[in-house]
């Protein structure tokens, strides 16, 4: 059975329960408090050098890491990864995106102003620029979502799942959807998905 | 015939160019001064609402971004990009381990440090972090090569390119590669692939 390390807390972490949920893949699921250093002991890098949840392991000494690796190989011959070519980089595209235009605003806001007690004189400093990027990401969202059911080929799958694991808990950083209709119109489309699970539900 | 939208010193564009020669796919090369605005323009934004280049031209009004879901456009179905499940995710992993833990450290410490005339007050207090984190992403890459000729499945291919791009440009980050002897060997496997082109090569 496939083991999953994890923090409920966190959206990549719910990437890949999202998907597992969809497939009906059962898991064991095991979680581990990065706020108490617990991916960075020696056993946790063995398993992943880069010390971060979430983390698959797929064989007895075989690990996966990072959250769009690990919900593409999940999700590898199933509807929720498309086959054709354009429409297989097209998913690519929004993935990479969250992960390089995305999370690192609105997931790191959130982390500062939601579980850290005080922000450093750096994170401070960081702050407006997170959340001008981070709308700047909403706005990309915004955009497409305003022509477009699902952000790949007009159905649910994998890019959907990547945006709305750290979008619906975006106002945990305290970014304001109100202005973005399109957006939570397409949020409450995820959310009524079948097998649909919440980022607090375990397997 | 495909049109790639690019800036010349762009480790993310430099990727694309790299698959580009390696499996000889003619292309038009567009060149955007980013420094000069010119991926933040209407015309542009029309092309890449996120603004950035790398940018491909794949049919008259479809444009495909993020430098992973390009690569990987080009060379599905080819021997850079494996077929097996396994192989595919561990491919993926590692680009997306470079998007997220190593461009945005060794990429931005090399532009704030050999582009720019001058750091702002963020900048300056974030360089040390960038630095740390950058040569954290190495140390992860080091011990892999240690261990591995390329990335994955033993074999030159897309993670190799992926992570190549930065890699070899560290230095203009004022990051000391002389201690990561594993990656040294493994930049000169790469740069001794047939049909490899520098980052300044043009088509």
Chains 1, 2 share one sequence.
């Not at 979502?145 to 750290?166: E, H, K, P, T």
Request: glycine share 6%; with cysteine.
């Amino acid at each position: 059975m496939l083991t999953l390390y994890d923090y409920m807390d966190s959206g990549n972490g719910y990437k890949c329960r999202l998907v597992l949920a969809h497939l009906g893949i059962p898991f064991k699921l095991v979680l581990c408090d990065i706020l108490k250093g617990e991916t960075r002991t020696p056993e946790f890098l063995a398993r992943n050098p880069n010390g971060r949840i979430p983390t698959l392991q797929i064989e007895d000494d075989t690990f996966l890491a990072e959250s769009g690796a690990i919900i593409w190989y999940l999700a590898d011959g199933t509807p929720l990864a498309p086959t054709d070519r354009k429409a297989r980089a097209e998913t690519l595209q929004w993935m990479f995106f969250e992960q390089y235009s995305h999370e690192p605003n609105i997931a790191v806001a959130r982390f500062w102003k939601h579980y850290l007690p005080k922000l450093s004189a750096l994170q401070e400093m960081d702050l407006p620029n997170r959340m001008k990027n981070g709308y700047a990401a909403l706005d990309v969202m915004e955009k497409h979502l305003a022509r477009n059911a699902f952000f790949v080929g007009g159905s649910f799958g994998l890019a959907d799942i990547a945006l709305y694991a750290y979008t619906h808990v975006a106002h945990e950083g305290e970014f304001d959807l109100a202005p973005f209709s399109s957006i939570k119109a397409w949020m409450s489309r995820v959310a009524a998905q079948p097998n649909h699970v919440t980022i607090s539900h375990k397997n």
